[in-house]
């Protein structure tokens, strides 16, 4: 299971294709392919699939410490990964990892378990701190790596030259939206990250999900617009319910702004609470809802 005939190719990054076409829980990995060394991008569940015929890799970064970002690590468990100082504990262990997510005791012990026999994460022990505006020399191409915090507060994309390939990690395009759900995410961040990727010219814009590889800025800008009009169509509905009656966190948890009703995944109460809090807090900032007495209503 080496390359594939659907793996694609942009001057000197390969994208390693996958039958999930990048959708969770799998993602899209890259190959940067340098005269001096070779790094890998995000090991997704694919690299994990392939194992060793990925081919010969001397070192590898993770956009955040993420379980789709670092399934297929364990496959070169020799080579340091570069990760930013927020994320990089993330990274080492899985403890770190689980505590990232704010899931409590009994749902963090459920994921564990799938951390360990789904995506086969185990930890890694050569994690080295990479941050913005730090260049990885590959040989004749590089890697700088640019900050957009706001998904984890460590969450990176790479800019990588002289292709003009700037990856976007899970800042990813697609229609689910932004996601902020974490103990460490940030909605402010995440809109200030959106702003930064507007001002950087690439020719190739590549995602760590579904939408995989956008060309040309024009196309890149729409689509980044439209993946960012989710955060205010999640105000919309956000209001919409308090319009009804006042409502309290658990309530909003329970209608959901992010996932479907029929999505079970131990992490979903935990990422619905996280964004609800957010929005709630944006909004009474901005003087739009207040909270009384444990509910919150329009101002």
């Known amino acids: 299971?080496?390359?594939?005939?659907?793996?694609?190719?942009?001057?000197?990054?390969?994208?390693?294709?996958?039958?999930?076409?990048?959708?969770?829980?799998?993602?899209?990995?890259?190959?940067?392919?340098?005269?001096?060394?070779?790094?890998?991008?995000?090991?997704?569940?694919?690299?994990?699939?392939?194992?060793?015929?990925?081919?010969?890799?001397?070192?590898?970064?993770?956009?955040?410490?993420?379980?789709?970002?670092?399934?297929?690590?364990?496959?070169?468990?020799?080579?340091?990964?570069?990760?930013?100082?927020?994320?990089?504990?993330?990274?080492?262990?899985?403890?770190?990892?689980?505590?990232?997510?704010g899931m409590d005791d009994v749902a963090a012990d459920a994921f564990r378990e799938e951390l360990r026999t789904g995506f086969g994460?185990?930890?890694?022990?050569?994690?080295?701190?990479?941050?913005?505006?730090?260049?990885?020399?590959?040989?004749?191409?590089?890697?700088?790596?640019?900050?957009?915090p706001g998904h984890t507060a460590g969450h990176c994309g790479l800019l990588v030259e002289p292709d003009g390939f700037l990856f976007t990690g899970d800042i990813d395009l697609t229609g689910f939206g932004p996601y902020y759900g974490d103990v460490s995410s940030d909605?402010?961040?995440?809109?200030?990250?959106?702003?930064?990727?507007?001002?950087?010219?690439?020719?190739?814009?590549?995602?760590?999900?579904?939408?995989?590889?956008?060309?040309?800025?024009?196309?890149?800008?729409?689509?980044?617009?439209?993946?960012?009009g989710v955060i205010a169509r999640r105000d919309e509905t956000l209001l919409g319910l308090l319009a009804e009656r006042p409502r309290t966190v658990a309530e909003v948890v329970e209608h959901r702004l992010v996932y479907r009703p029929h999505v079970q995944l131990p992490f979903v109460p935990t990422v619905e609470r996280r964004t609800a809090e957010q929005h709630l807090a944006r909004l009474e900032r901005a003087g739009v809802v207040r909270a009384e007495g444990g509910t919150w209503a329009p101002a």
């Open 187 to 228: 909605l402010d961040a995440l809109e200030a990250s959106f702003d930064r990727l507007r001002g950087i010219e690439a020719r190739w814009y590549g995602t760590a999900h579904q939408k995989g590889v956008v060309e040309g800025r024009e196309a890149f800008l729409a689509a980044l617009d439209t993946y960012a």
């Open 121 to 148: 994460i185990t930890g890694h022990a050569d994690v080295r701190e990479v941050t913005d505006g730090d260049v990885i020399d590959l040989g004749g191409r590089t890697l700088t790596v640019v900050h957009l």
């Open 1 to 101: 299971m080496g390359s594939r005939d659907d793996d694609l190719r942009y001057g000197g990054i390969t994208l390693l294709a996958s039958p999930e076409g990048g959708r969770y829980p799998c993602g899209n990995s890259l190959l940067v392919a340098g005269t001096e060394a070779t790094a890998l991008v995000d090991p997704s569940i694919e690299v994990g699939r392939r194992g060793r015929a990925v081919g010969p890799v001397d070192l590898a970064f993770v956009s955040h410490g993420h379980e789709d970002h670092v399934a297929g690590l364990h496959v070169f468990p020799e080579v340091p990964a570069h990760a930013h100082p927020a994320d990089a504990p993330a990274v080492r262990e899985t403890d770190a990892l689980l505590a990232g997510s």
